[in-house]
């Protein structure tokens, strides 16, 4: 049984590896714990020294680190490079903020002294995706390494050459040789694979990112186990657009917020909710904005939209696509298979979107906008939250507190206003309803996978 990378632009399959037994599995958390026992005993300024020559590693590798994610997945190399170099950013902040993070807290109580204190946990099992092969592992990795736990990896099979680079990238630094681990399990035996990690005893919390349906699953598993688990799953983010708002600032953001990654992002725009005082404007604008754009070889530093990550990734999309026209969607822009090699798929642009269509409540994950029509500020955020997910959103006018208000009542964990969504260490990140809970970065990030615990002296 083996893990294949296949290049999605050129369909060419880069390399196959080898599938872990279930007793080198056991070996790898064995070896985890190991190591773990030693460095939860650091001091914070010990943990710090290799994290800080990890950002350096990140950047000195950069290029060849892009090179992997781009032929692995097809992100456009440009925006491949520029993930390494978030990822650099998070550790340089956690470097410089997790002791204060983490550091006791006083309480007054009738008590002579009282606290709270912060300690690790142990293994952390991660379980990430594809779409941002190295930037979800380090969010969710250098906060929790930081906090002095150890972490193991499952990578998606496909993004393996991804997996094992940031591996080696953790050993460089200096890190113990097992506090980060990667283990390879064949799609087929994830099922018994991954229960018997998120369910071993060595194992005290699971973070996952993905789609919802994987993690309902491995959520069950972690809660049977009474394992703590934090939850970054999918998302149908509204993006409004009031009839004030400056469009040509708004589509600049709209675009790339739908675009970037070939849309293949649980941030990225999926509907946007558009005041019918501007619509045609917007349309038109939109249209000509994403024809703009080239899509092709993501090697090539011109390229703006890469290829879907898998074939059969681009099916369901087209599905999604023509499902949607078939229920009264108007077609705009793009819609059609290109010919050739490559999981490519155009720029595509449906309107006249209403409830029941797949472009209305389902996850689009790939360069599809949606333009649903409202009449005013109620019936914008009325269909925003009309989904069973709740991740991102984004608002545009040039009246702030008009988008405050609007802000105030949408059902989601983020909410930018004249802006993109993303993700910044600096902020928590994370969703309610079917996208998942808990929080990723800032202060919150790094204190879901630690003991908060209190102490009490008479």
């Given at each position: 049984?083996?893990?294949?990378?296949?290049?999605?632009?050129?369909?060419?399959?880069?390399?196959?590896?080898?599938?872990?037994?279930?007793?080198?599995?056991?070996?790898v958390l064995?070896?985890?714990?190991?190591?773990?026992?030693?460095?939860?005993?650091?001091?914070?300024?010990?943990?710090?020294?290799?994290?800080?020559?990890?950002?350096?590693v990140?950047?000195?590798?950069?290029?060849?680190?892009?090179?992997?994610?781009?032929?692995?997945?097809?992100?456009?190399?440009?925006?491949?490079e520029?993930?390494?170099?978030?990822?650099?950013?998070?550790?340089?902040f956690?470097?410089?903020?997790?002791?204060?993070?983490?550091?006791?807290?006083?309480?007054?109580?009738?008590?002579?002294?009282?606290?709270?204190?912060?300690?690790p946990?142990?293994?952390?099992?991660?379980?990430?995706?594809?779409?941002?092969?190295?930037?979800?592992?380090?969010?969710?990795?250098?906060?929790?390494?930081?906090?002095?736990?150890?972490?193991?990896?499952?990578?998606?099979?496909?993004?393996?050459?991804?997996?094992?680079?940031?591996?080696?990238?953790?050993?460089?630094?200096?890190?113990?040789?097992?506090?980060?681990?990667?283990?390879?399990?064949?799609?087929?035996?994830?099922?018994?694979?991954?229960?018997?990690?998120?369910?071993?005893?060595?194992?005290?919390?699971?973070?996952?990112?993905?789609?919802?349906?994987?993690?309902?699953?491995?959520?069950?598993?972690?809660?049977?186990?009474?394992?703590?688990?934090?939850?970054?799953?999918?998302?149908?983010?509204?993006?409004?657009?009031?009839?004030?708002?400056?469009?040509e600032?708004?589509?600049?953001?709209?675009?790339?917020?739908?675009?970037?990654?070939?849309?293949?992002?649980?941030?990225?725009?999926?509907?946007?909710?558009?005041?019918?005082?501007?619509?045609?404007?917007?349309?038109e604008?939109?249209?000509?904005?994403?024809?703009?754009?080239?899509?092709?070889?993501?090697l090539?530093?011109?390229?703006d939209?890469?290829?879907?990550a898998?074939?059969d990734?681009?099916?369901?999309?087209?599905?999604?696509?023509?499902?949607?026209?078939?229920?009264?969607?108007?077609?705009l822009?793009?819609?059609?298979l290109?010919?050739?090699?490559?999981y490519?798929?155009?720029?595509?642009?449906?309107?006249?979107?209403?409830?029941?269509?797949?472009?209305?409540?389902?996850?689009?994950?790939?360069?599809?906008?949606?333009?649903?029509?409202?009449?005013?500020?109620?019936?914008?955020?009325?269909?925003?939250?009309?989904?069973?997910?709740?991740?991102?959103?984004?608002?545009?006018?040039?009246?702030?507190?008009?988008?405050?208000?609007?802000?105030?009542?949408?059902?989601?964990?983020?909410?930018?206003?004249?802006?993109?969504?993303?993700?910044?260490?600096?902020?928590?990140?994370?969703?309610?309803?079917?996208?998942?809970?808990?929080?990723?970065?800032?202060?919150?990030?790094i204190?879901?996978?630690?003991?908060?615990?209190?102490?009490?002296?008479?």
């Amino acid at each position: 049984m083996a893990l294949l990378s296949i290049n999605p632009a050129t369909e060419e399959t880069i390399a196959s590896y080898k599938d872990m037994p279930l007793k080198e599995l056991e070996s790898v958390l064995e070896l985890s714990q190991s190591d773990f026992q030693e460095w939860s005993q650091l001091s914070f300024h010990l943990r710090q020294i290799p994290l800080i020559t990890l950002a350096g590693v990140l950047r000195d590798n950069k290029e060849k680190y892009g090179k992997i994610i781009s032929q692995e997945m097809g992100k456009p190399i440009v925006q491949a490079e520029a993930e390494v170099e978030k990822c650099a950013w998070v550790c340089e902040f956690y470097a410089e903020k997790a002791e204060e993070f983490l550091s006791p807290e006083e309480v007054e109580t009738e008590a002579s002294q009282s606290w709270v204190a912060y300690q690790p946990l142990g293994i952390v099992l991660g379980i990430m995706p594809w779409n941002f092969p190295f930037w979800q592992v380090f969010r969710f990795a250098v906060p929790a390494m930081m906090a002095g736990n150890s972490v193991v990896v499952k990578h998606a099979p496909n993004v393996t050459g991804s997996a094992l680079a940031i591996e080696e990238s953790f050993r460089e630094a200096g890190f113990p040789e097992n506090l980060y681990r990667t283990v390879l399990i064949a799609p087929e035996n994830v099922p018994e694979h991954s229960s018997m990690l998120i369910e071993h005893p060595l194992v005290k919390a699971v973070t996952v990112t993905g789609s919802t349906g994987a993690g309902r699953y491995i959520a069950a598993k972690a809660g049977m186990a009474l394992k703590k688990s934090v939850m970054e799953l999918g998302g149908n983010d509204p993006y409004i657009v009031l009839e004030d708002a400056n469009l040509e600032e708004t589509i600049g953001a709209c675009v790339l917020a739908r675009l970037q990654n070939a849309g293949q992002s649980c941030i990225a725009a999926k509907r946007f909710i558009v005041n019918e005082n501007i619509r045609e404007k917007f349309e038109e604008f939109l249209v000509r904005h994403m024809t703009a754009k080239k899509m092709g070889n993501p090697l090539d530093r011109s390229t703006d939209i890469g290829p879907i990550a898998r074939v059969d990734l681009r099916e369901g999309l087209h599905r999604q696509v023509e499902e949607s026209i078939k229920a009264g969607a108007t077609l705009l822009l793009g819609g059609k298979l290109p010919e050739g090699k490559g999981y490519f798929y155009p720029p595509t642009i449906l309107t006249n979107v209403k409830k029941g269509m797949p472009a209305y409540s389902e996850e689009t994950f790939g360069p599809v906008a949606s333009i649903i029509t409202v009449e005013d500020d109620d019936e914008a955020v009325k269909i925003a939250n009309d989904s069973e997910y709740g991740l991102g959103s984004a608002i545009f006018t040039q009246n702030i507190s008009r988008a405050q208000e609007i802000a105030a009542k949408l059902e989601t964990g983020n909410c930018f206003i004249n802006s993109m969504v993303k993700s910044d260490p600096r902020l928590p990140f994370g969703g309610v309803k079917q996208s998942g809970y808990g929080r990723e970065l800032s202060q919150f990030g790094i204190r879901e996978f630690v003991n908060i615990k209190t102490h009490y002296i008479k």
